[in-house]
């Protein structure tokens, strides 16, 4: 027998070991496994007793599980946010962008509608435009242009 | 797959230095079997006990206990087994025969303890007593003076070769139930096997049992 082989399938004593095994195995009568099922006939809780262990044991019913968990917490936080904009629609900041963003389409459409005959409306709009424009400016010149460029627009 | 010559006896097990990466030695439960047994299916039980009752039987029996002792400390682990799975205490999903097996040698150990505590007469060599004293159960001269080695093996020793060859269980599943490495349960098994093949060289000469843990 090679020395360094841990198993070695064709080793007459490991073959003599697996016939003890089986005449070990063999050594009980043909009823041993009928008593053996009585005794646990005997033992056993009543067939049908489910718990959940069992349930969560089975894969199926784990993979349904977590779709299920997944749905719910998906749901759960889809409700949340419709109910917090309806309730303060200033609270979602994306809601609140997507209505200033109307608003604005809106005036401008309005200015722009060559049916329009109402000029002092006309007027007014034109000069909140104005004052919308040059807040917009400021905004630009203070954030986006450097100091040259702004002191450049000044001068120019 | 080059063919096979004469020099190259056929092989039907793992090559040499390679490990056993066959599922188990024995059969093997249809899956799902264990799920429905512990809800008390009586077709599952009679699987379970179809493909493990011997197997538990003759690696108690190879622990030292007898025949009668061996059948009802196999029931006891059985009940255990239908309890603890409806309790939804199995959690050891795919390592079931590990699971049986680490059950079956702490029942065999305690009433080999408890037998002791009483002083009946169960000892380590009881296994071998049992070869001498029933001359029908050991038909072969060989067989025979097999099991009175195994008995003199020590505890560590005579329980890797008795899941092995007597519980059929893979090296993998032995290693899974003792929490070790496929390869240490590799190597102390042909340590096993060494100092077996010694005892049977020198039977007479053979030392008295060394109480457990021979092969640290």
């Known amino acids: 027998m090679n020395e360094q082989t841990p198993h070695n399938p064709t080793d007459p004593l490991e073959h003599r070991l697996d016939a ?3 005449s070990l195995r063999d050594e009980p009568d043909g009823m041993f496994e009928q008593r053996l099922a009585r005794a646990l006939a005997k033992a056993e809780p ?5 718990s959940i262990h069992h349930w969560l044991a089975m894969p199926a019913v784990r993979l349904a599980a977590s779709v299920a968990l997944v749905s719910a917490v998906g749901a759960g936080a889809w409700w949340g946010l419709n109910t917090r904009h309806a309730a303060d629609p200033a609270a979602l900041t994306l809601a609140a962008l997507t209505e200033d963003i109307d ?3 809106d005036m401008d459409l309005s200015l722009s509608s060559p049916f329009s005959t109402d000029l002092g409306a006309l007027d007014a709009e034109a000069r909140a435009l104005d004052v919308f424009a040059s ?3 400021a905004w630009w010149s203070d954030d986006w242009l450097t100091p040259e460029a702004a ?6 | 797959m080059p063919p096979v010559t004469a020099r190259d006896p056929p092989h039907t097990g793992p090559r040499p230095g390679e490990p056993d990466d066959a599922p188990e030695k024995g059969d093997a439960l249809p899956p799902m079997t264990v799920i429905h047994a512990a809800v008390g299916d009586p077709e599952a039980w009679r699987t379970v006990l179809g493909t493990y009752a011997r197997r538990v039987y003759a690696f108690v029996r190879s622990r030292g206990l007898d025949a009668h002792a061996s059948e009802e400390v196999t029931q006891s682990v ?5 309890q603890q799975l409806a309790a939804g205490k199995y959690r050891e999903a795919g390592r079931f025969e590990a699971w049986l097996f680490r059950v079956a040698s702490n029942r065999a150990r305690d009433e080999l303890r408890r037998r002791r505590r009483q002083a009946r007469p169960v000892d380590p060599v009881a296994f071998d007593r049992d070869a001498e004293a029933e001359p029908a159960r050991a038909q072969e001269d060989e067989l025979a003076a097999l099991r009175g080695a195994i008995a003199r093996l020590g505890e560590a020793d005579r329980a890797i070769i008795v899941l092995r060859h007597h519980a059929q269980l893979s090296f993998k599943q032995i290693a899974e139930m003792n929490h070790e490495p496929v390869g240490t349960a590799l ?3 042909h340590r096993a096997l060494q100092k077996l093949r010694k005892l049977l060289e020198s039977p007479i000469a053979s030392p008295s049992p060394t109480p457990r843990g021979t092969d640290a």
């Not at chain 1, 009543?46 to 489910?50: D, H, L, S, V």
């Not at chain 1, 002191?151 to 120019?156: K, V």
């Open chain 1, 20 to 22: 003890l095994g089986a």
């Open chain 1, 46 to 50: 009543a067939p049908g007793r489910w």
């Open chain 1, 103 to 105: 608003h604005w389409l």
């Open chain 1, 135 to 137: 807040d917009e400016l």
């Open chain 1, 151 to 156: 002191r450049h627009g000044e001068t120019g």
């Open chain 2, 78 to 82: 059985f009940v255990t087994l239908s």
């Open chain 2, 187 to 189: 190597a102390r098994h």
